[in-house]
């Protein structure tokens, strides 16, 4: 073989070999930069997994410390009012926010005829608080809708047809208890249904109420603020069972703070001629200006207030004193660092006995970016059913530990 040739052979050899060698090392380098790739990833993931779980146990422990502020005393606590010592703790710190969100208009059980009132006089004219389609016919195409429709926690959407966004915004709430003293009759049937399944026990227990209403009394003042449960007892048709699958949601307790609920909703409220309030601009000024009296720091108290709006006339007059009262039944409290946000929302229990202990209840979480907040376990999902009590506890014992 000639020469040329040979040392030709010889270098396609070398060149068939130094190919090969090429794509085993960039084959060797894909893999090794893939496992790079992967460790990084890896690294990255379980420091945002640390840095989310280390940011969410900040979260936690800013909200507990503004629920044992809370807490402190509340057995022999005679209100919830702003000069309370959970406000300093909460002003003094910038990425905490505290607010009352129970004391404002449930629009899935007000009084139809309150409610009318409500939208006469909560605004000023022209500005109802009701959209209507027929002049005056707001209410009743309201209560058409609770027979249809049934009760919403997610009143934005739920009320979108009769209310504006703004109106829902700054004058209503899904927050509140049920009181049965309050709650449109019908409404109470719906929600004793939801509440136990069973049509026969929501029949019965409409119809026991409707009796009482229509002799004219307020069903619980009898039994004490909270005498639900002796109520339920002594009251023949009503089964006792049924009661323990609705409370606490169902209680006897007074839904609005006086020291919390916006100014135009007191007003309205006071000024419902059946409550009997004599006098009700004056009585509204006198309440608005103890709540911001500085030098008042004990605040207003069920007896201030009942001395204060005097003696009403019988039923219904009494219910103004379940419409208001000086406790807060529902906070919100939001966490803020950097741009992730806590939110929760609690529940002040009410005792059934005076020897039990009243607590506060986690009753929904959030947690995200600010603006974009995600669901982490909800204590209660958008739904009809208005499961706003839940078995997550938060009870601050005193070491200031969770139970």
Not at 159 to 173: N, S
């Amino acid at each position: 073989m000639h020469v040329l040739e040979v040392m030709f052979l010889k270098n396609r050899d070398r060149g068939s070999s130094s190919i090969v060698v090429l794509a085993v090392v960039m084959f060797l380098s894909t893999v090794f930069l893939a496992m790079v790739f992967f460790i990084q990833t890896s690294l990255v993931a379980e420091m945002k997994h640390k840095k989310a779980t280390e940011l969410r146990q900040v979260f936690i422990e800013e909200a507990q410390e503004v629920i044992k502020l809370l807490q402190k005393d509340l057995d022999k606590r005679e209100n919830d009012n702003p000069f309370d010592d959970v406000w300093s703790y909460v002003n003094s710190n910038e990425n905490i926010e505290l607010k009352d969100v129970g004391s404002y208009l449930n629009p899935n059980w007000i009084d139809p005829q309150v409610f009318e009132h409500i939208d006469k006089t909560l605004l000023p004219p022209p500005n109802r608080i009701m959209k209507s389609t027929v002049p005056g016919a707001g209410w009743q195409e309201l209560v058409q809708y609770w027979y249809d429709e049934g009760i919403h926690l997610n009143i934005k959407e739920a009320y979108k047809d009769f209310f504006e966004e703004e109106v829902i915004e700054e004058f209503m709430t899904p927050y509140s208890y049920f009181n049965i003293n309050l709650c449109f009759q019908h409404v109470l049937k719906k929600f004793c249904l939801i509440r136990t399944g069973s049509e026969r026990d929501a029949d019965d227990f409409q119809k026991t109420i409707d009796a009482k209403l229509l002799k004219g009394k307020v069903i619980l003042d009898q039994y004490g603020v909270n005498g639900i449960e002796r109520w339920f007892l002594k009251t023949s048709g009503v089964d006792l069972m049924s009661f323990k699958k609705m409370y606490p949601v169902l209680n006897a307790v007074p839904v609005l703070n006086v020291h919390f609920v916006p100014e135009e909703i007191l007003r309205s409220l006071l000024s419902y001629k059946p409550f009997g309030v004599r006098n009700p601009d004056i009585v509204a000024d006198s309440i608005i200006a103890r709540r911001e009296d500085e030098k008042n720091k004990k605040g207003l108290t069920t007896n201030d207030l009942k001395t204060i709006i005097g003696s009403v006339s019988k039923y219904p007059g009494p219910r103004i004193f379940h419409y208001l009262g000086v406790y807060t039944n529902f906070w919100e409290i939001r966490v803020t660092i950097e741009d992730m946000e806590l939110r929760w929302v609690i529940a002040r229990v009410p005792p059934l006995k005076e020897t039990d202990d009243i607590y506060y209840k986690l009753i929904e979480e959030n947690i995200g970016r600010i603006k974009e907040e995600e669901s982490l376990e909800p204590e209660f999902e958008e739904s009809d059913e208005p499961e706003i009590i839940d078995e997550s506890e938060i009870i601050i014992d005193e070491s200031g530990e969770d139970d």
